[in-house]
């Protein structure tokens, strides 16, 4: 996903066990919305972006380990 986007929806919180695949955010851009996914089972660790916040190419959205 490129260009400017906005954080639409947070799907899991800080300690949360997700499943590799699992939709862990969504970011809407020119009113789509695209399902960020997690990179591997885990905890997450951290969510860098807000509802509601810009986020910029290449941006860390979530860490999950």
């Given amino acids: ?3 400017v986007q906005t954080c639409a ?3 899991f919180s800080v300690g949360s066990a997700v499943k590799a695949g699992e939709v862990i955010l969504i970011l809407e851009a020119m009113k ?3 399902e960020i996914v ?3 089972d885990g905890t997450v660790k951290q969510l860098a ?3 509601g916040s ?3 190419t290449d941006a ?3 860490v999950v380990g």
């Fill in 1 to 3: 996903v490129t260009g």
């Fill in 9 to 11: 929806l947070p799907i």
């Fill in 32 to 34: 789509m919305e695209n």
């Fill in 38 to 40: 997690a990179p591997c």
């Fill in 49 to 51: 972006v807000q509802k």
């Fill in 54 to 56: 810009t986020v910029a």
């Fill in 60 to 62: 860390l959205l979530a």
